[in-house]
């Protein structure tokens, strides 16, 4: 079965303000986490990823957190945009699973004007 | 840089009818993924192909999926015959290499399948 799940299902958000997306994950050898964005009618569009060994990475107003202690990743989102409106999944690759994508249900990211 | 292709965007089919999905990876890239999406879930992978070899397939419905990837560039998915249940958008990923944990995989913009 999956072992990435997401908290919320829908997150909506005012726009200008900070976005929080959580995730968890079961596995302790998940090695490897990614952040994708999918918006209406696309493929999902990578964002972000994260190695276990590292606990931040920060790119163009995007941070992923990953707190090992508690298999909780997090994906940050800076001054919140109508761009930003999407599907936000995380995944996870391991050595067990052949290093495939093991993907969430995904949140739904909503920006209120 | 082209990103991956796919066509058609869309298909509409009657149940126990074929339909083929067409993929073209990102030049380069030597491993190609299909995968289904179904509403509202994450992807799930149906076949990787290395080169014009099979890596993964162990969750293709064999009985009625078949995808071939003969020179290792295109590929194609076939379903044949189609059932209601297939309805859901079948993406093509590609990546770099064959293998490895931190290998990114790129998406196309799907095909979404209506089976009637």
């Known amino acids: 079965g999956e072992s990435v799940g997401l908290h919320l299902p829908t997150l909506s958000v005012q726009e200008g303000d900070n976005s929080i997306i959580n995730c968890a994950y079961s596995n302790s050898a998940s090695d490897y986490f990614i952040w994708y964005k999918q918006e209406s009618g696309k493929g999902p569009q990578f964002i972000i990823d994260?190695?276990?060994n590292m606990d931040k990475r920060q790119g163009q107003r995007v941070t992923v957190l990953l707190n090992k202690t508690v298999k909780h990743l997090s994906l940050q989102i800076a001054a919140t945009q109508p761009g930003d409106s999407a599907v936000y999944f995380c995944a996870e690759k391991r050595m067990d699973s052949n290093y495939q994508l093991i993907w969430g249900a995904g949140t739904k990211l909503i920006i209120k004007p | 840089e082209a990103g991956v292709a796919q066509s058609p965007r869309y298909k509409i089919i009657e149940k126990r009818q074929s339909v083929a999905f067409w993929c073209n990876p990102i030049?380069?890239?030597?491993?190609l993924y299909w995968y289904q999406q179904i509403l509202g879930q994450g992807p799930k992978l149906l076949i990787q192909f290395q080169n014009n070899g099979v890596v993964d397939d162990s969750q293709l419905p064999k009985d009625r999926f078949s995808a071939e990837r003969l020179k290792g560039v295109d590929s194609t998915l076939k379903i044949q015959p189609a059932k209601l249940e297939d309805s859901a958008v079948y993406l093509c990923?590609?990546?770099?290499?064959?293998?490895?944990?931190?290998?990114?995989?790129?998406f196309g913009p799907g095909t979404r399948l209506t089976v009637l």
């Open positions: 990923a590609s990546s770099l290499v064959a293998s490895g944990n931190t290998d990114t995989q790129y």
């Open positions: 994260i190695r276990s």
């Open positions: 030049s380069g890239h030597a491993t």
